[in-house]
């Protein structure tokens, strides 16, 4: 049976569409309606502690509505209990509605080592924690009477820690909240998760595989089967699987991407857009770029994260963010938060072979400005790394306003 082929254009089109980039920014106020609709079309948003720019679970959600307040965000993600923690897309805050889509894995999640060397060295540990939250509520590691102390830095997590990821990885616990400096503290589901939520019955795994998939689709539009499991990191066998229904629900048409080699799928109900007028810098951890065979396949563009790479090796910087243009990535900048001096400092800027840096640098320069705006930044810096750096400045220079009080330096 043959298949259509769809051009690598339209299908990067139908990629930004489900994630909300065809569709202009708000131009009034950002509410908890704008962030919930968000956090609802991209399926997911993936949490990480690394705060060089701003924590990356907020980019996302700036890079398709423009300044919002994060402290909303923050409350709706923890708090209005209409979206819960778990591991999805590595650590991450899904829709409230998909937490009985996880329990299988709450289930079935394998018991690690190192809860089991403690609970062989300290047995009843993970009960007595279990006691200690029960009757003082919500507790991070810190708070525990009993805790313990670090073994060292990165990894070296106390027993306390230990206990209670354990407990929450398998579902005894849940995570009830973050604080600002990005403490976890957990509590039992029942004081988390809506009673009418937890009242849901759990579905049997092969038909959690599929609404999961059924997400991951439209979330990102069209994808191969690798990209789509990706979404929700879901092991490949269960997916084919759970993917064989959903062709013949006629949720996902099978075709050809051209220049790709393998089958692709894409979501039936998607309105492909006639074009993309985006601008938007992304965060490595953004949905758009975190699967990063796909992104050489869209877009053409390789990306690597280059955090944990030694300084000296690093090729474009600590942390770099694509900038999305039109339907195209064409560029990516290594940015750092100033805080302390009041500045958005971009440490390297390179355009990529196909764009022109006289036409990335203005609309780059315009994204940064309100990117410092919205982190309260008052400068953006741009040194001297990379070959668009030098077009970067003076297209910076060029649109400064004296009512905005932020220039390049």
């Not at 829709?95 to 394998?110: E, F, K, S």
């Not at 302390?340 to 203005?362: F, K, M, N, Q, T």
Request: charged residues 25%; aromatic residues 8%; glycine residues 8%.
């Amino acid at each position: 049976m043959s298949h259509r082929t769809i051009t690598i254009a339209r299908a990067r089109r139908l990629a930004l569409g489900a994630q909300g980039f065809a569709r202009p920014r708000p131009s009034g106020r950002i509410g908890s309606r704008h962030l919930l609709s968000t956090l609802e079309r991209m399926g997911l948003v993936q949490l990480d502690s690394v705060n060089v720019l701003a924590r990356s679970h907020h980019l996302p959600f700036f890079s398709r509505l423009g300044a919002y307040d994060r402290d909303r965000l923050d409350d709706l993600l923890w708090r209005s209990r209409q979206a819960f923690e778990y591991v999805g897309h590595e650590a991450a805050v899904m829709p409230i509605d998909q937490h009985p889509l996880m329990r299988h894995r709450m289930a079935g999640h394998h018991r690690w080592r190192r809860a089991e060397q403690l609970e062989a060295a300290r047995p009843g540990f993970l009960d007595a924690i279990m006691d200690e939250i029960a009757e003082r509520g919500p507790l991070s590691a810190t708070d525990l009477s009993d805790g313990g102390s670090r073994t060292g830095p990165w990894w070296g997590l106390s027993p306390g820690k230990v206990a209670l990821q354990a407990l929450y990885a398998t579902g005894r616990l849940a995570i009830a909240d973050r604080r600002p400096n990005f403490v976890t503290t957990y509590d039992f589901p029942e004081r988390v998760i809506p009673p009418s939520v937890l009242a849901e019955p759990t579905p049997d795994p092969h038909e959690a595989a599929r609404d999961l998939l059924r997400i991951a689709v439209r979330a990102i539009g069209i994808g191969t089967l690798a990209d789509i499991a990706d979404h929700h990191r879901q092991k490949a066998p269960p997916a084919r699987a759970a993917l064989a229904d959903l062709l013949a629900e006629g949720v996902v048409e099978e075709v050809r991407v051209e220049g790709w080699r393998d089958p692709a799928y894409l979501d039936t109900s998607a309105v492909v857009p006639r074009r993309i007028d985006a601008r938007a810098l992304l965060s490595p951890f953004d949905p758009v770029v975190w699967f990063r065979p796909r992104v050489e396949r869209l877009f053409g563009f390789h990306y690597r994260i280059e955090i944990y790479v030694p300084e000296p090796k690093r090729v474009h910087g600590y942390y770099v963010l694509p900038f999305l243009l039109g339907d195209r990535l064409v560029g990516r900048v290594d940015l750092k938060a100033d805080r302390a001096a009041g500045r958005l400092r971009v440490r390297g800027a390179y355009a990529e072979d196909h764009a022109s840096p006289h036409e990335v640098a203005p609309a780059l320069a315009d994204e940064l400005f309100d990117m410092a705006r919205w982190l309260g930044l008052d400068d953006v810096v741009v040194e001297p790394n990379g070959a668009l750096s030098a077009h970067l400045a003076d297209a910076i220079d060029a649109a400064a306003c004296p009512d905005t009080g932020a220039g390049a330096r």
